[in-house]
């Protein structure tokens, strides 16, 4: 069980994640969306692969094949679809293998949170590389911002996964992020 702090962590990270997803069903409703169906594309093979996530031997991190589309989607419909994407596919691969509410809500929440903040970090360092708001940039222009992404994307989330992980087991933040999560940012 939880102590006073884990419980504050926790209610913390997940009225964070509720307030993210909130925000990307507002970006969502209330700018045109025309891209509906390449959306729900991207999805289904997202949730799909996210049936095929490999457990790494000796550490307790997943390594999931889902990353990748969620990238797409961030490319392609902007980081509120991406984002609430990686939520959902966070609390479906969680629940299958854990069944643990708190897991399943908390890996929700650093999902929206970690991929919002990584689409953002990249439209805005796009934006730096490519100004133009018409056209398609060439990949030379997008290989800065597609390093923010990931980088932004694999901060947060180690982060946060470390952080929960070692308030849940009452564990040494930096030992654990060091030893379980500075060597995913390959």
Known sequence: PLDGRGQTVFATVMAAGLVAGWWCVYQLLSNPFDAWLG???????????????LRLPGLQSLLSLTDACVFLAVLLYGP????????????????????RWLSVFSSAAVMTLSVAMAGLSYQLTLG????????????????????????????????????????ARRLPLLKLWKENYLWTVM
């Open 128 to 167: 730096w590389f490519w100004p133009q708001t018409d056209g398609h940039p060439p990949l030379t222009r997008m290989i800065v911002p597609l390093a923010a992404m990931g980088l932004t994307h694999w901060l947060v989330n180690s982060v946060l996964v470390a952080t929960l992980t070692a308030t």
């Open 80 to 99: 509120a679809p991406a984002a609430l994407l990686a939520g959902c596919d966070g609390l479906i691969s969680t629940y299958r293998a854990t069944k």
């Open 39 to 53: 959306l729900a594309i991207v999805s289904v093979v997202t949730l799909a692969l996210g049936f095929v996530s």
